[in-house]
């Protein structure tokens, strides 16, 4: 298909090079350099989908972010990509996208029946319509609506795209490259400072790209194009174009998000599709220009009804013509540009200037160009369905109430502008009050709460004169103050047309017996008389008004609806602009794709993964891992077809009969030192501390303030001064800064100091019957036996060579040793025991037998020690010391903690004795009581025992205590099991701990 | 995100950081007989201002010091940073 709408010459785009793309599976060229829509209105496509409630024909509003309509669903890279701008996205060879909210197309689309019934459809028409019956709103409601309603769809697939982010900082940061943005990032540059410099577009120069207007002797663009290679070319000054500043939060951290390779075919291997910046910047400068505003009146989101300005940009930098026989409506002399470079392509244009006898520089300058106006007229209302084909205009009065002499004239585009609206949403984010300016008709930025300046018609001015003026000076004012440094530049002469007052006039009356839809919020269909109902049911703010009648939602967020709505309920409500107030303007200023909000930290990468020294012979060793907090632990050693309940059972059953090892090397490990030390222990855990000798370790728990457990472990006196600690591998953190918080802020006069060191140690529990024969042959010159090594005693040996600490320590119940040695050397230990103990059928062990282990011998672990649980529910109420104070001592007096029936860990047998019961089932005394059944509690832990091959389990359930003996059942709603159980010891195996003393 | 001047490493941002909530809770002393209801108040009370609120951080991925500030929970504005052993 040829291109009918592109000039012969003149645009930025790339004429020597075609560029092919697919739009709802029709073929269509364009150029490098085009966007989706300039390239769709270059071959004269002007439907491109369907509007949100009553699926009304759309077509192309913007040239830009505040583009409402033209939102596409693209297919790049064979990964779906829903809610692109057709405005923002550029062309690339083979690009292939297609319309949304449209079924079975664009073209004809069934949704558009609700069309018709718009009387049906009015503001809070969700609220009114779907409140009853009750049940309908799940299964017959949503769906149907889900289903009608929203912009594209996104993919169920994992999204193979890369994503990353990149922290910076720097002194300025400047959103927006228009002449503000320019002239400040020029003369803060000079000063030294760094600065970074953001573009949304893929060309640097905002308005300078489209403005006909002279800096110095240059045009607007070649003046841009000078600063932008001046400024490339200084270190301190980092340039980023396809870069969105989106949001400003606290302490001026700003982020935005570059589209790396959106305008790519693919991604290449070694680069993001996007980034996201985090930004902390000294300074902020605003720079983000301002965007049109529409008129409003009959049919006004006809296809071929768009902003004056995209009209003009399309021509200017695109070479396209939106249309042939435009008509230009406006009520400031910004049209009139966009009227003359039609002119100067050799179209006709017909000006609509709702003004009585305005008169400046560049509408003589439409005169004398012979260009058609009509002064005091409107538009009335477009007319044509899919496209505009004509106009109905009419004369208006001084009052502008009345309008009289309505014709009909043939057009094929309406170019409106309504003045223009600053784009403060990053000032007011940031905190910035803003105030009304009388004169613009807009919300400009006033008090600072942050180190943001906004500057150029973001802030409401819009002579290019004055903007380049300040910019220069803020900009070297602001990086004056952080880098000490001033190299004036010069403030270049201006050549721009003067403008004349532009009119308060925006929304063109009904005619008579007329009742056409007026748009204001172009993207959610809301309409003049939706507002104007729910103003009448009774909504007064306009924070309700929003949510109400959805005007400013969704992913425009209201770039081109805001003000209008704002001027016709203060219009009805007979109040002043400022007494309404705006919406909240919230980030993100555009849609940001989660995809890039969640970074690299996807899948495996979400969290570091943490490897044992010991990790590659696990690995070759055929280990199957589990995730144990950010470590990767074997679970079990696969032999053969083994499963992990055939595995896990050989494996704990070797431990029970010879000798099993395991990799402990994951458990927290703290290092304290300090004359006080012992003290300090004996503050921090329940149990007596003053008292172990250099050479023993004990068993300790420790609570928090309200008495609940908070971990336990076994530590070791090293020397007088010197202790080793260990914790639970989920809990090593959140000991350490437990013992920092009482060492630095409760009890700062305690001479301790505390260092993890958990990666320092490589950890290997040798345990079982036999593992004395190993341990022995591990260390020949030392006395390793009953006497000379005893339960909970220490020694250093040297291992073939490398120092290892030896403790006599178990969790499994057996007769167990840990052997800890320097990371480095972790392997090389693993590898003699598994040599040295292959005579006495060494076996390693992975996590599931060694829980099996500590489950049936009743050692609570993390599944008791849940942070719900004192330690008499964990029978460690031995360990408690009544004659010491201690860290959470004063809760366990507590009413509830000391119920008699109070909740107690418990054994748990199924009676069938095969059965296993499900980890967090309940404990019921009846199971065909009526629900909810009263629950005794649950349970917590569940293994095969491997010593009496049968199932058992750990409960912690109230009164414990008294209900060894007692048939209950186990259920499971979960699992749909009910079990009949009887509660028995929790020290299901060895109670009187012989064997870990053998 | 917030900027926090921590008083041992300069200006950081707060993914440097965990909470620690108020920092003007003192633990009562060991050894001394306390109320149930001055334990509980310890334990389990905190006020919860608009405005300014001396609370706690820990630099956890810095120098792992406690440290007090002084920050407006509306506003987010920091205006003091302390080491754990000084008082406002």
Redesign the interface.
């Given at each position: 298909m040829s291109e009918n709408y592109r000039l012969e010459k003149g645009g930025l785009i790339n004429r020597n090079k075609k560029i092919k793309f697919k739009f709802n599976g029709k073929k269509y060229f364009g150029y490098e350099g085009d966007t989706l829509a300039s390239a769709l209105l270059a071959n004269g496509v002007h439907l491109v989908g369907r509007s949100f409630k009553y699926h009304r024909p759309r077509g192309f509003f913007g040239a830009g972010v505040d583009e409402p309509y033209a939102i596409v669903q693209m297919n790049r890279n064979n990964e779906v990509d829903p809610n692109v701008r057709a405005t923002e996205q550029e062309l690339f060879e083979g690009l292939e996208a297609k319309s949304v909210n449209c079924w079975p197309n664009v073209n004809f689309d069934i949704g558009a029946i609700n069309n018709f019934l718009n009387k049906f459809f009015p503001a809070g028409f969700y609220y009114k319509t779907f409140m009853w019956p009750k049940s309908f709103w799940y299964k017959i409601y949503e769906p149907i609506i889900r289903k009608a309603a929203g912009f594209g769809a996104a993919s169920i697939k994992h999204d193979k795209e890369r994503y990353e982010h990149k922290y910076e900082y720097c002194d300025l940061l400047i959103a927006g490259t228009g002449p503000s943005g320019l002239a400040s990032a020029y003369a803060a540059a000079q000063n030294g400072a760094r600065v970074i410099l953001a573009e949304d577009k893929s060309r640097i120069g905002g308005s300078l790209l489209v403005n006909e207007v002279t800096i110095g002797n240059q045009s607007g663009q070649e003046w841009a194009e000078k600063i932008i290679s001046e400024l490339k070319s200084m270190p301190n000054v980092i340039i980023k174009n396809r870069s969105q500043v989106f949001g400003y939060y606290d302490h001026n951290m700003l982020v935005m998000s570059e589209r790396v390779s959106d305008h790519l075919p693919k991604t290449d291997k070694y680069t993001p599709k996007q980034r996201l910046w985090y930004i902390r910047a000294k300074e902020v400068i605003i720079s983000s220009g301002s965007i049109e505003r529409p008129l409003v009146f009959g049919n006004n989101d006809t296809p071929g009804v768009m902003l004056s300005s995209a009209a003009k940009e399309y021509l200017k930098v695109y070479g396209v013509l939106v249309g042939k026989k435009p008509i230009i409506f406006t009520n400031n002399d910004s049209g009139y540009e966009t009227a003359i470079e039609f002119k100067k392509n050799g179209i006709d244009p017909l000006i609509l200037d709702s003004r009585k006898n305005p008169d400046s520089e560049i509408i003589k300058e439409a005169k004398d160009l012979e260009i058609s106006i009509k002064f005091s007229y409107v538009v009335v209302a477009a007319n044509g369905y899919k496209k505009v084909n004509s106009a109905n205009i009419a004369k208006i009065s001084d009052d502008k109430k009345i309008i009289s002499n309505i014709e009909s004239i043939k057009c094929d585009c309406i170019c409106v502008s309504g003045f223009w609206t600053p784009t403060i949403h990053l000032a007011s984010q940031s905190g910035n009050k803003t105030k009304f300016n009388e004169e613009i008709d807009a919300f400009v930025p006033s008090k600072s709460k942050q180190k943001e300046t906004t500057l150029g018609s973001a802030n409401g001015v819009f002579t290019l004169e004055e903007t380049l003026k300040t910019s220069f000076e803020k900009g070297s004012e602001l990086s004056k103050q952080i880098t000490n440094k001033e190299n004036k530049v010069s403030i270049p002469t201006v050549v721009e047309k003067k403008s004349s007052k532009h009119d308060k006039f925006w929304c063109v009356p009904l005619p008579e017996g007329k009742n056409y839809k007026r748009f204001l919020d172009f993207q959610n269909d809301v309409s003049v008389s939706d507002i104007q109902l729910a103003l009448r049911e009774g909504y007064r703010s306009i924070e309700h008004v929003k949510r109400y009648t959805t005007l400013g939602m969704a992913t425009d967020q209201g770039k081109t609806s805001n003000l209008n709505g704002l001027q016709l309920v203060s219009e009805v409500e007979n109040k002043v602009v400022p007494q309404v107030g705006h919406t909240t303007f919230r980030p993100p200023y555009t849609p940001v794709a989660i995809g890039a909000i969640v970074g690299r930290e996807v899948g495996k990468h979400s969290k570091p993964t943490r490897k044992s020294p010991m990790h590659y012979w696990h690995e070759k060793n055929n280990a199957v891992f589990v995730d144990a907090g950010v470590w990767l632990r074997p679970r079990y050693y696969k032999q053969g077809n083994e499963n992990l309940f055939e595995a896990s059972k050989r494996e704990a059953k070797n431990v029970r009969q010879n000798v099993g090892v395991c990799d402990v090397t994951t458990l927290g490990k703290i290092d304290i030192k300090g004359p006080d030390a012992a003290e300090f222990l004996n503050r921090v855990y329940t149990n007596a501390w003053l008292k172990l000798p250099v050479g023993k370790a004990r068993y300790g728990v420790m609570l928090r303030e309200d008495g609940i457990v908070m971990d336990d472990g076994t530590t070791t006196r090293i020397s007088e001064n010197h202790y080793h600690m260990t914790t639970t591998t989920a809990q090593a953190a959140n000991v350490l800064s437990h013992l920092e918080y009482y060492l630095q802020l409760v009890w700062p006069e305690l001479n301790v100091n505390v260092v993890s060191s958990t990666e320092q140690w490589a950890g290997a529990a040798i345990a079982g019957p036999k593992s004395r024969d190993v341990l022995q042959r591990l260390f020949p010159d030392l006395d390793v036996s009953k006497e000379g090594l005893p339960f909970m005693g220490y020694m250093e040996g040297n291992l073939f060579g490398v120092n290892a600490k030896i403790f006599r320590i178990s969790f499994s119940g057996e007769l167990a040793y840990e052997v800890n040695v320097e990371s480095d050397n972790g392997n090389f230990m693993w590898e003699k025991i598994m040599e040295i103990g292959k005579e006495f059928n060494i076996q390693p062990y992975g996590t599931e037998a060694l829980s099996t282990l500590r489950i049936e011998m009743g050692h609570v672990a993390g599944s008791e020690l849940d942070g719900r649980t004192i330690p008499y529910d964990n029978s460690l109420e031995g360990l408690v010391s009544k004659k010491k104070d201690f860290i959470g001592k004063r809760s366990l007096s507590k009413k509830a903690f000391i119920e008699p029936d109070r909740q107690k860990v418990v054994g748990v047998v199924p009676l069938d004795k095969k059965t296993s019961i499900p980890e967090g089932s309940y404990i019921v005394k009846d199971a065909k009581a009526k629900l909810p059944n009263p629950k005794l509690g649950h349970v917590s832990a569940s293994c095969w025992s491997v010593e009496y091959d049968n199932p058992f389990s750990l409960a912690i359930i109230k009164d414990g205590k008294n209900m060894i003996g007692q048939k209950l059942f186990a259920m499971s709603p979960l699992k749909n099991k009910t079990i009949p159980v009887e509660i028995v010891s929790s020290h299901y195996v060895d109670p009187k701990g012989e064997r870990v003393r053998s | 995100?917030?900027?926090i001047k921590c008083p041992h490493c300069g200006l950081r941002?707060q993914n440097e950081f965990?909470y620690?909530g108020d920092a003007t809770v003192k633990?009562?002393e060991?050894?001394k007989e306390?109320s149930d209801q001055n334990?509980d108040n310890?334990?389990?009370l905190r006020k919860s201002p608009r405005g300014k609120h001396l609370e706690?951080w820990?630099h956890?991925s810095g120098c792992?010091?406690?440290i007090k500030v002084e920050r407006d929970t509306l506003?987010?504005e920091?205006f003091k940073t302390l080491k754990?052993?000084e008082e406002l």
């Amino acid at each position: 298909m040829s291109e009918n709408y592109r000039l012969e010459k003149g645009g930025l785009i790339n004429r020597n090079k075609k560029i092919k793309f697919k739009f709802n599976g029709k073929k269509y060229f364009g150029y490098e350099g085009d966007t989706l829509a300039s390239a769709l209105l270059a071959n004269g496509v002007h439907l491109v989908g369907r509007s949100f409630k009553y699926h009304r024909p759309r077509g192309f509003f913007g040239a830009g972010v505040d583009e409402p309509y033209a939102i596409v669903q693209m297919n790049r890279n064979n990964e779906v990509d829903p809610n692109v701008r057709a405005t923002e996205q550029e062309l690339f060879e083979g690009l292939e996208a297609k319309s949304v909210n449209c079924w079975p197309n664009v073209n004809f689309d069934i949704g558009a029946i609700n069309n018709f019934l718009n009387k049906f459809f009015p503001a809070g028409f969700y609220y009114k319509t779907f409140m009853w019956p009750k049940s309908f709103w799940y299964k017959i409601y949503e769906p149907i609506i889900r289903k009608a309603a929203g912009f594209g769809a996104a993919s169920i697939k994992h999204d193979k795209e890369r994503y990353e982010h990149k922290y910076e900082y720097c002194d300025l940061l400047i959103a927006g490259t228009g002449p503000s943005g320019l002239a400040s990032a020029y003369a803060a540059a000079q000063n030294g400072a760094r600065v970074i410099l953001a573009e949304d577009k893929s060309r640097i120069g905002g308005s300078l790209l489209v403005n006909e207007v002279t800096i110095g002797n240059q045009s607007g663009q070649e003046w841009a194009e000078k600063i932008i290679s001046e400024l490339k070319s200084m270190p301190n000054v980092i340039i980023k174009n396809r870069s969105q500043v989106f949001g400003y939060y606290d302490h001026n951290m700003l982020v935005m998000s570059e589209r790396v390779s959106d305008h790519l075919p693919k991604t290449d291997k070694y680069t993001p599709k996007q980034r996201l910046w985090y930004i902390r910047a000294k300074e902020v400068i605003i720079s983000s220009g301002s965007i049109e505003r529409p008129l409003v009146f009959g049919n006004n989101d006809t296809p071929g009804v768009m902003l004056s300005s995209a009209a003009k940009e399309y021509l200017k930098v695109y070479g396209v013509l939106v249309g042939k026989k435009p008509i230009i409506f406006t009520n400031n002399d910004s049209g009139y540009e966009t009227a003359i470079e039609f002119k100067k392509n050799g179209i006709d244009p017909l000006i609509l200037d709702s003004r009585k006898n305005p008169d400046s520089e560049i509408i003589k300058e439409a005169k004398d160009l012979e260009i058609s106006i009509k002064f005091s007229y409107v538009v009335v209302a477009a007319n044509g369905y899919k496209k505009v084909n004509s106009a109905n205009i009419a004369k208006i009065s001084d009052d502008k109430k009345i309008i009289s002499n309505i014709e009909s004239i043939k057009c094929d585009c309406i170019c409106v502008s309504g003045f223009w609206t600053p784009t403060i949403h990053l000032a007011s984010q940031s905190g910035n009050k803003t105030k009304f300016n009388e004169e613009i008709d807009a919300f400009v930025p006033s008090k600072s709460k942050q180190k943001e300046t906004t500057l150029g018609s973001a802030n409401g001015v819009f002579t290019l004169e004055e903007t380049l003026k300040t910019s220069f000076e803020k900009g070297s004012e602001l990086s004056k103050q952080i880098t000490n440094k001033e190299n004036k530049v010069s403030i270049p002469t201006v050549v721009e047309k003067k403008s004349s007052k532009h009119d308060k006039f925006w929304c063109v009356p009904l005619p008579e017996g007329k009742n056409y839809k007026r748009f204001l919020d172009f993207q959610n269909d809301v309409s003049v008389s939706d507002i104007q109902l729910a103003l009448r049911e009774g909504y007064r703010s306009i924070e309700h008004v929003k949510r109400y009648t959805t005007l400013g939602m969704a992913t425009d967020q209201g770039k081109t609806s805001n003000l209008n709505g704002l001027q016709l309920v203060s219009e009805v409500e007979n109040k002043v602009v400022p007494q309404v107030g705006h919406t909240t303007f919230r980030p993100p200023y555009t849609p940001v794709a989660i995809g890039a909000i969640v970074g690299r930290e996807v899948g495996k990468h979400s969290k570091p993964t943490r490897k044992s020294p010991m990790h590659y012979w696990h690995e070759k060793n055929n280990a199957v891992f589990v995730d144990a907090g950010v470590w990767l632990r074997p679970r079990y050693y696969k032999q053969g077809n083994e499963n992990l309940f055939e595995a896990s059972k050989r494996e704990a059953k070797n431990v029970r009969q010879n000798v099993g090892v395991c990799d402990v090397t994951t458990l927290g490990k703290i290092d304290i030192k300090g004359p006080d030390a012992a003290e300090f222990l004996n503050r921090v855990y329940t149990n007596a501390w003053l008292k172990l000798p250099v050479g023993k370790a004990r068993y300790g728990v420790m609570l928090r303030e309200d008495g609940i457990v908070m971990d336990d472990g076994t530590t070791t006196r090293i020397s007088e001064n010197h202790y080793h600690m260990t914790t639970t591998t989920a809990q090593a953190a959140n000991v350490l800064s437990h013992l920092e918080y009482y060492l630095q802020l409760v009890w700062p006069e305690l001479n301790v100091n505390v260092v993890s060191s958990t990666e320092q140690w490589a950890g290997a529990a040798i345990a079982g019957p036999k593992s004395r024969d190993v341990l022995q042959r591990l260390f020949p010159d030392l006395d390793v036996s009953k006497e000379g090594l005893p339960f909970m005693g220490y020694m250093e040996g040297n291992l073939f060579g490398v120092n290892a600490k030896i403790f006599r320590i178990s969790f499994s119940g057996e007769l167990a040793y840990e052997v800890n040695v320097e990371s480095d050397n972790g392997n090389f230990m693993w590898e003699k025991i598994m040599e040295i103990g292959k005579e006495f059928n060494i076996q390693p062990y992975g996590t599931e037998a060694l829980s099996t282990l500590r489950i049936e011998m009743g050692h609570v672990a993390g599944s008791e020690l849940d942070g719900r649980t004192i330690p008499y529910d964990n029978s460690l109420e031995g360990l408690v010391s009544k004659k010491k104070d201690f860290i959470g001592k004063r809760s366990l007096s507590k009413k509830a903690f000391i119920e008699p029936d109070r909740q107690k860990v418990v054994g748990v047998v199924p009676l069938d004795k095969k059965t296993s019961i499900p980890e967090g089932s309940y404990i019921v005394k009846d199971a065909k009581a009526k629900l909810p059944n009263p629950k005794l509690g649950h349970v917590s832990a569940s293994c095969w025992s491997v010593e009496y091959d049968n199932p058992f389990s750990l409960a912690i359930i109230k009164d414990g205590k008294n209900m060894i003996g007692q048939k209950l059942f186990a259920m499971s709603p979960l699992k749909n099991k009910t079990i009949p159980v009887e509660i028995v010891s929790s020290h299901y195996v060895d109670p009187k701990g012989e064997r870990v003393r053998s | 995100m917030l900027y926090i001047k921590c008083p041992h490493c300069g200006l950081r941002s707060q993914n440097e950081f965990s909470y620690g909530g108020d920092a003007t809770v003192k633990r009562p002393e060991l050894n001394k007989e306390v109320s149930d209801q001055n334990w509980d108040n310890f334990v389990y009370l905190r006020k919860s201002p608009r405005g300014k609120h001396l609370e706690l951080w820990q630099h956890i991925s810095g120098c792992r010091q406690w440290i007090k500030v002084e920050r407006d929970t509306l506003t987010h504005e920091i205006f003091k940073t302390l080491k754990a052993n000084e008082e406002l």
